[in-house]
């Protein structure tokens, strides 16, 4: 599975709250009935490692990632349980250096230049933006973008399917984080149906952003 491209191919990363692994296989159902191939399951919670686990021996067609690691020891454990990549909130030295060895997929939050400095030079070529509209929106991403020519970006935090398109029209971002589709509270109360018809809304506005770019992508071939 080449994840990068499974990645910008969804367009969105639904990251994940889960308070009872029981659920998870459904909201990956749902999450792919919808179109969104992929999750970053986060350890927010003690569900957060079972609940991938599930994921990926019932689903193994779902991309499924960790996110919220802060620890090498939560890095290895998520791995262990099936994991395929790493978010974490911040630029976590030690995380990252553990998934660069292993050849795990990270995206480390950074939200100015020292950290994504940091990143480029560990050999990092994305990088998660975060918090995303906290930080500045889409038009501090772009100053920030402006110097890294051969740097994309996973922006999370204060999106939405309200702010999705403009988000998705700058070339410079792989995909987006949200939870706006899968809401601890949607989960909780198995509204699975709810899931699905906000995450095919998302897949329908990424596919409709960048239909002009698979257009020309085809015609080039």
């Known amino acids: 599975m080449d994840i990068m491209n499974v990645i910008r191919e969804n367009g969105v990363v639904p990251v994940v709250v889960l308070h009872d692994a029981e659920h998870a296989v459904a909201l990956a159902d749902a999450l792919a009935g919808g179109g969104l191939r992929c999750a970053e399951v986060t350890l927010r919670t003690p569900a957060g490692l079972e609940a991938i686990r599930r994921i990926c021996a019932e689903r193994p067609e779902m991309l499924t990632g960790a996110g919220t690691v802060m620890t090498v020891e939560q890095a290895e454990a998520a791995v262990k349980a099936g994991a395929q990549f790493i978010v974490t909130p911040g630029l976590n030295e030690p995380v990252m250096e553990y998934c660069i060895a292993n050849d795990i997929p990270i995206f480390p939050g950074c939200m100015d230049t020292y950290a994504i400095e940091k990143a480029i030079a560990a050999g990092l070529r994305t990088v998660k933006f975060f918090p995303a509209e906290p930080a500045g929106g889409l038009a501090m991403l772009k100053a920030l973008a402006a110097p890294y020519g051969d740097l994309s970006f996973m922006p999370t935090g204060g999106i939405s399917a309200a702010n999705l398109a403009e988000y998705i029209a700058f070339e410079r971002i792989l995909a987006v984080g949200g939870s706006w589709m899968c809401r ?18 998302a897949s329908d506005i990424v596919r409709t952003v960048r239909a002009p770019e698979q257009s020309g992508e085809s015609e080039g071939a």
């Open 184 to 201: 601890a509270d949607m989960i909780d109360a198995g509204n699975f149906d709810e899931i699905r018809r906000l995450s095919a809304e």
